[in-house]
């Protein structure tokens, strides 16, 4: 098992060279460059500009150029931001956006399964059902829909959490911003969990679990829940990506310092090196996820293991 | 037809009709500017019904209008999707073996990707403005799940007994293709086309949202909540007309979606 | 011992409407065994599932049921489940769970209701494992469901099912998804726990045979109710309702006549030379070859792993043939491609064992039936295809009325006619018949034999029947081969091969199947003790491929693989370095 595992760590390294090569050429090709949205400069200053960043080798000259920088680990100088190197960018960032995004995934797995196990467990149940339905909305609404209302209800006329900026080690600034990002995917398990664990209260081993007359909390917990799981897993991976890559959303409408709006901010304008930078920690982050949820996968599943 | 089916979808003509009508029965057209009326609640008086934005635009007209840009953006992108989706996924789940295992590592590779990377490749590429290349490029992404779907339903129909004795009576592949598959697909792929639409609306918004995504003067639902988020503490309304309309837009999509499928899908032969 | 006794009266389960058990009453005395035969729908197994309060939430169950002194209708069955009374069902692969080790499960009942502690009921799981005499007890307990084979599956259920001392065991087809042979060891045991427990065994069944091997007495059903009800003996000898009667003369014999083989020889329409099928590193057909005459039935037997449905698969082309000949009418057709093996459709046609599976759903029976004739005969306007189909119809016993219906609607036997009719509808010469009637009730069954044979009499069509049933093989087949891991190890008239086998593996095969002849039956079945099953296919054995179970094996065997030779007529041949030996 633990090969199989480092066999598929090692599988990653071609899948981000692919994600790498795929950026670094795409986002040049868009029009306009990294100085256009400044004053109009004088075309020599330009030509000096470009020089000083590489700008005006060949492309491919470039590429190999930054993968051997990537290979000694170092992400370049943003362009926009003179001052600062791409890493310290991003590093300043990274931590709060992990958190919450790490935050906000544990919450909607946590939830989402407790919640779709005992609406199946107990289908005439009226206040899961209800729940259920109304995780509906979790599901349609986008989090620049929510985030904003729920700032509206619980930040300004309960003011019960605290909306707006951040303050390092104040975890009130965070709640409101994790619950709006957890909700989808909550909602989404949740209904996903239900429908499978459905499916398999109904399978034949299950039948003969009653049969054998063990207690209803044990045929569920250890006969039932793991194979439900499975299909949820499979979900999980890109789940768990998405939500941690989409904490800018709730950056941007909580005005929390991440590090994503770096990215859509960057692709604007034209930053070369910091959105290289962005897609590179989230395409990592992604691809982990992936593979963790492969892993638990075979977990679940004894079929799946490598004999 | 269930009531589960009738009623979104009673809901939904309600709202495209009304979105569709808009022009004649408004007085005032989306971009508009009431010099008078700037950033009032809904009233009657100047015609103002789910009152003014910022500028003094009415928000009913530019409502209406980002109804119609979603709800036509919705569907033909959707199309496009189901369009590319079934055809990858019928071949890909029929052919079997490298073919299939080649197409489907694509999707899982693009599926990999992390979805905000795709918006960058959307809002670098893009011509801005231009609503033609946003209906293109997010159908281009929708395809994604119809293909596996269908790839899914493929594999499963093409070992089945009937497709098998197809062959031995002397069908050709094309003939099973057409004759076997596409009918006893198209059930999911119906009700899944349904489900996409709020996922593509959902994803223009979140462009709109970035400002990547539909121009001013025109509006979506997505920079109509952008712009009423920002003014949410003096002005909810702002917020809630245009969340509300997508909210309603969006439920009525996924409850069709669920109804046929509950109906159409997978399992219910 | 009226402690254990099982006394049921007057059970009925509804559901709604729909009364599944109408008025069943019965006792079951402990050290005997109470068969239920009945078809799909009878309702036998709703009977013990309501004894259990296993049935669904919405089932209505009335009467009264007392095992012993305990109430099992009023307390839910929840009381007794699992340990006075246990149940094991049809399928051990789904009835397991799949992420929870052998040794586990069965240490669950222990842990549940006899309180022990995890290692002490293992210790227990694994002395219960030894009693349902499983292979490599140490192994076994510590893996998982689908690493084991169906019979060591079911003896695990077995074991689970004993783990608290039920008194009375209910067993809803236990061997149903099982091979012959391994059947035959799964009644043994059965037997012998009955007898060395003093345990009730209630066994449900749709085979007559099963039936004649263990039941002392038998109880048959129909629509919910039991129509007879008598010891085993009157039962098999002197069925008193027709019901019972018609279940009876609707099972295939063991000793029915075989179609007499040809007087003259006729031409042969099939040749298959050395034909092997290889998928990777499993090799499925090992140079199978055999011919069939214009007009012969050949049956092809053999049990799980035997290669026999892809065989079938290659010689209609449609599954891969990776050497060997295909020689049809005159013409080898293993090479084949495109629009001339397309042509090649109208002569050779299929009927599969799934009948709901064989028909697309989004099609009407009319349209399923003129199929063949769309794609084979452009030519042809609408309305002659349109009598065709019509004509189909009425040919295999449908009423015209069919033709609009969608398969979803049909019964399994009515499909399958359906499929018979879309097969012959062009005229074939050959028609293949891979398991086509062993999903289906015995008299319909009997009725789509019928028809098979009809068909074959009439329009001479040749017949390659594949089946695990030998007693139907016999009937419809003038000559028969015997596969075993993708070989075949014997051929020849159906008549000698069955009254006398040369190989092992043959006599195995004839010797599991039940007999429904009541008397003996369970001390000639406890006396066979065949041994094991069929290996993988990905671990063949060395040599002969069945030495590896053969009580008559020899070093040599084990060496290189037997050739087929004749053995005794000139169409009997058989592939056994010993056949002369123990043939004496």
């Known amino acids: ?307 | ?269 | 011992m009226s402690d254990h006794r099982l006394q049921v009266e007057n059970l009925s389960v509804s559901y709604g409407e729909l009364r599944a058990v109408e008025d069943v009453s019965f006792t079951l005395a402990p050290g005997r065994c109470l068969g239920i035969i009945g078809e799909s729908g009878a309702g036998k197994s709703q009977v013990f599932l309501a004894l259990m309060g296993l049935t669904a939430a919405r089932a209505t169950v009335r009467g009264r049921a007392r095992l012993g002194a305990t109430d099992l209708i009023a307390a839910g069955g929840e009381r007794v489940r699992g340990r006075e009374v246990a149940m094991i069902f049809q399928d051990p692969m789904t009835s397991l769970t799949p992420h929870l080790r052998i040794g586990d499960q069965i240490a669950e009942p222990l842990v549940a209701h006899r309180g022990m502690d995890w290692s002490d009921a293992r210790i227990q799981a694994a002395a219960l494992l030894d009693q349902v005499r499983m292979t490599d007890v140490p192994q076994r307990l510590r893996q998982y469901p689908h690493e084991l084979s169906g019979g060591m599956r079911q003896r695990a259920m077995i074991a689970m099912a004993l783990a608290c001392d039920a008194k009375l065991l209910i067993a809803d087809e236990p061997t149903t998804a099982l091979d012959v042979s391994v059947q035959a060891q799964i009644l043994a045991l059965l037997s012998e726990l009955i007898r060395t427990r003093g345990m009730g065994l209630a066994l449900i069944t749709h085979d007559m045979g099963v039936i004649a091997a263990l039941a002392d007495e038998v109880m048959v059903m129909r629509n919910g109710r039991v129509v007879e009800h008598a010891d085993v003996a009157r039962i098999l000898e002197t069925p008193a309702h027709e019901y019972t009667q018609a279940l009876l003369a609707a099972t295939p014999r063991m000793d029915a006549p075989t179609p007499p083989a040809a007087g003259e020889r006729r031409p042969t329409a099939l040749k298959v030379r050395e034909v092997s099928v290889r998928f990777r590193q499993l090799l499925a057909v090992d140079g199978v070859s055999f011919e069939v005459a214009d007009g012969e039935g050949l049956g092809i037997v053999g049990e799980s792993g035997s290669g026999k449905s892809t065989l079938s698969r290659a010689l209609m082309r449609l599954g891969p043939m990776s050497a060997g000949e295909v020689v049809w009418l005159g013409r080898e057709i293993g090479h084949l491609k495109g629009e001339a093996l397309r042509q090649l459709r109208d002569s050779m046609q299929i009927v599969f064992q799934d009948p709901l599976a064989s028909l697309d759903p989004a099609m009407s029976i009319a349209e399923c039936i003129a199929e063949p004739l769309r794609a084979l005969r452009p030519a042809m306007g609408a309305e002659e295809r349109q009598q065709h189909v019509t004509r189909m119809l009425a040919d295999v016993g449908l009423d015209a009325s069919f033709a609009s219906r969608r398969s979803p609607t049909l019964s399994g036997g009515q499909c399958q006619r359906v499929a018979i009719a879309r097969a012959m509808i062009l005229g074939p010469k050959l028609l293949v018949c891979d398991e086509a009637v062993s999903a289906l009730d015995v008299s319909i069954q009997a009725q789509i034999l019928e028809l098979l044979e009809r068909i074959k009499r009439e329009q001479g069509t040749s017949l390659v029947f594949v089946s695990h049933n030998l007693a139907v093989v016999r009937r419809l087949c003038e000559r028969t081969l015997v596969m075993y891991l993708g070989r075949v190890v014997e051929s020849g008239p159906t008549e000698t091969v069955f009254r006398n086998p040369r190989h092992p593996y043959t006599r195995l095969l004839l010797d599991s199947v039940p007999r429904l002849d009541p008397r003996g039956e369970r001390e000639r079945l406890a006396a066979l003790a065949p041994r094991g099953e069929t290996p993988s296919a990905m671990h063949r054995p060395s040599g002969c491929v069945f030495q590896s179970r053969c009580a008559a094996a020899q070093p040599r065997c084990a060496q290189s693989s037997p050739e087929l030779e004749v053995a005794g007529e000139e169409s009997h041949q058989v592939a056994c370095w010993r056949w002369r030996e123990l043939a004496n």
């Not at chain 1, 400069?41 to 930054?66: E, M, T, W």
């Not at chain 1, 001052?83 to 991003?90: K, Q």
């Not at chain 2, 098998?164 to 592949?173: K, T």
Request: hydrophobic share 55%; with cysteine; net charge positive.
């Open chain 1, 1 to 307: 098992m633990l090969g199989y595992a480092l066999r598929r760590v090692v599988g990653l390294v071609p899948t981000l060279f692919v994600l790498v090569t795929l950026s670094f050429f795409v986002i040049r090709l868009a029009p306009g460059g990294p100085f256009d949205q400044e004053q109009v400069l004088s075309p020599a200053i330009r030509a000096n500009l470009d020089a000083a960043y590489g700008l005006d080798q060949p492309l491919l000259v470039q590429y190999g150029r930054y993968l051997g920088a990537l290979v000694r680990g170092d992400l370049g100088p943003s362009l926009r931001f003179k001052d600062y190197r791409v890493h310290e960018l991003i590093g300043r960032g990274l931590p709060l956006s992990l958190t919450i995004g790490l935050a906000a995934a544990a919450l909607a797995v946590v939830v989402g399964v407790w919640l779709g196990a005992l609406a199946a467990w107990r289908p005439e149940s009226r206040v899961l059902k209800g729940l259920i339905n109304l995780s509906l909305l979790g599901v349609i609404l986008p989090g620049f829909v929510v985030g904003p209302l729920l700032a509206l209800v619980f930040g300004i006329y309960w003011p019960v959490f605290r909306i707006a900026g951040y303050e390092p080690g104040e975890v009130s600034f965070l709640v409101l911003p994790v619950i709006t990002l957890a909700l989808p995917v909550a909602a989404y398990v949740a209904r996903m969990m239900r429908d499978s664990m459905r499916e398999v209260l109904r399978s034949n081993y299950i039948r003969t679990a009653r049969a054998k007359g063990l207690p209803a909390r044990v045929v569920l917990w250890r006969h039932a829940l793991r194979p439900s799981l499975i299909p949820v897993v499979s979900y999980l991976g890109p789940a768990v990506a998405f939500i941690i890559t989409g904490s800018l959303v709730v950056e941007a409408v909580f005005g929390l310092p991440g590090s994503g709006r770096y990215l859509v901010q960057g692709a604007i304008d034209r930053d070369y090196p910091l959105v290289m930078g962005m897609i590179l920690v989230y395409g990592v982050v992604t691809l982990v996820c992936n593979l963790l949820a492969d892993l638990l996968y075979g977990w679940l599943d004894p079929r799946v293991r490598p004999a």
């Open chain 2, 1 to 269: 037809m269930t009531p589960r089916i009738r009623f979104p979808l009673l809901v939904l003509g309600l709202l495209a009709a009304i979105a569709l009508a808009a022009p004649w029965f408004s007085s005032w057209s989306h971009d508009a500017i009431d010099w008078q009326h700037q950033a009032v609640p809904p009233q009657f008086e100047a015609g103002h019904w789910l009152g003014t934005d910022r500028l003094g635009r009415d928000l009913f007209a530019r409502g209406m209008q980002a109804l119609r840009v979603s709800l036509a953006l919705g569907v033909l992108a959707t199309l496009i999707s189901v369009f590319i989706g079934v055809t990858w996924g019928a071949v890909a789940g029929f052919a079997g073996g490298r073919v299939d295992a080649a197409m489907m590592r694509f999707v899982d590779i693009v599926y990999a990707l992390p979805y905000v990377f795709i918006v960058i490749i959307l809002s670098t590429l893009l011509p801005r403005g231009s609503l033609a290349a946003l209906f293109l490029a997010i159908g281009a992404v929708g395809w994604l799940t119809m293909a596996r779907i269908v790839r899914g339903q493929t594999l499963s129909l093409r070992h089945r007994e009937f497709v098998q004795a197809a062959i031995a009576s002397g069908v050709r592949v094309p003939g099973i293709l057409w004759r076997h598959i596409v009918p006893n697909v198209s059930g999911t792929v119906i009700a899944y086309a349904t489900l996409t639409i709020p996922q593509v609306i959902l994803f223009e918004s979140f462009l709109s949202f970035l400002g990547l995504g539909v121009q001013e003067p025109f509006a979506s639902l997505g920079s109509l909540i952008n712009e009423g988020a920002q003014e949410m503490e003096s002005s909810p309304w702002m917020l809630l007309v245009p969340a509300g309309l997508l909210t309603a837009m969006l439920l009525a999509f996924n409850a069709l979606g669920e109804g046929l499928r509950a109906r159409l899908g997978p399992g219910d032969e």
